[in-house]
Every structure is written in C-alpha cells, then in structure tokens.
C-alpha cells in the first residue's frame, strides 16, 4: 500500500540555519508529492508539489526533489526566519486522488 | 481567492452527545474530503466523496460516524454518540484536476476542534 515516513521532530534551528525534513515514500504507480505547512490553529496549506521523478518543487525560499531512485522527497531551505516556525507534512496523492500524510514534523525557529 | 468554509471553528461537547460538522468546499469542485487530525499526527481520510458518491469510507467508524454529501456540493459529518477519543481536529479539503496529468489539487478548510468532555 501506500504510504509516507517523515523524519520525527521536533526540530529547532537558529535564524538562517539550514533546514532539511526528510520524506520517503513507498507508492504503486506514479504518485504526486507534496509538502503541506499548518500553523497553529489553521488547516493545512500546500507548500509546494512535484508530479514526476526528478521535478524539483520550489515556494517561498522551501525547495523539495522527487527522486524516483530513493523514493524520497526532502525538503530543504537554506535560511529559515522565525516565521517558518509550522508543523510540516509530506504527502502523496494517488491517481484515484487519495491522499496519504506522513506523521508531521514540528519546527521552531528562533532569533 | 476562494476558500474551503467549515463550521463550527470549535466545538466542546460532553460524551454520549451528538455533534455535526459542515463543510463548503470550493465552488465547482467535485471531490470532498474529510480528515481527522489527532494532536500531533498527519491527517487521516475518514471519507471521501465524488460529488454525492461515497468513494472511499473504509477508516470511518460507522457505528457512530456518518457523512453526507447530498447534492454534491456542501458536507455535514456527524457523531452519534461522541467518545472521548473521538477529541481532535477535523479538517474538510476538496480538490479538482489540476492542467497537470495526474496531479491533484488539494484546498484545506481551517477545520473544527472537537473537545470531548
């Protein structure tokens, strides 16, 4: 079946520290990946997606690479402010569009 | 930009009692999910609907929950008795097709807090 493993936080990084969360998947078929971003309160908001092996997902500074050959999908900022503080998720969406969420990963950011 | 509206945004209730949930997804679009999300965990599909159809409703504990989605556009979820696990965060998402082959688009609503006492 399908499925998402996030790397457990939580996470705290200084300001502009380097960021990675680490994503694997296990699918059949070709899935889409996404992170997810929730902050305190809210629902989940898309953060950025890619639909095939090797596309590279980019918003607001968060990159993320589909690789095939690793069935991972990480994701990385090279300067996070305080204002990334959020709960982030991996997902993957299958082609009947069910999707499958990882655990969440916790990160706070601090001056 | 148009939004995933739900309601209530909190709820408390005693156990053994009643409570609904209502989701308006995005106008126009035909696939409504609802999730439940435990306190510190991801998301987990408790149903999912195409238009008014059931596609998918294998997690849902169907001896106290139910949904429905009559005409294919707004989604009340409802417990009947509320336990007290049943505490959580209910989030509604509705998605569309987007121009991408075999990508789907998925709009979250801010979700419902359940507290049950």
């Known amino acids: 079946g399908n499925s998402v493993t996030q790397m457990e936080g939580p996470v705290t990084l200084s300001e502009e520290a380097f960021l990675t969360i680490n994503c694997t998947y296990t699918?059949?078929?070709?899935?889409?990946l996404f992170w997810y971003v929730q902050y305190p309160g809210e629902g989940l908001q898309l953060l950025l997606k890619a639909t095939k092996a090797d596309d590279k997902g980019s918003n607001k500074g968060f990159e993320a690479t589909y690789r095939k050959e690793t069935t991972s999908f990480h994701l990385e900022k090279g300067s996070v402010q305080v204002s990334d503080s959020a709960v982030y998720f991996c997902a993957l969406s299958d082609w009947w569009g069910q999707f499958y969420f990882g655990t969440g990963t916790s990160l706070t950011v601090i001056p | 930009e148009a939004e995933v509206a739900q309601s209530p945004r909190y709820k408390i209730t005693e156990k053994s009692q009643a409570v609904a949930f209502w989701c308006d997804p995005i106008s126009g679009h035909a696939t409504l999910y609802w999730y439940r999300q435990i306190l510190g965990q991801g998301p987990e599909l408790l149903v999912q609907?195409?238009?008014?159809?059931?596609?998918?409703d294998s997690q849902l504990p169907k001896d106290r929950f139910s949904a429905e989605r009559l005409k294919g556009v707004d989604s009340t979820l409802k417990i009947q008795p509320a336990e007290l696990g049943d505490s959580a965060m209910y989030l509604c998402a509705s998605s569309r097709p987007s121009e991408d082959r075999g990508f789907i688009e998925q709009f979250f609503g801010p979700g419902t807090r359940l507290t049950v006492l």
């Open positions: 699918a059949t078929g070709y899935p889409s």
């Open positions: 609907f195409q238009d008014e159809s059931v596609v998918d």
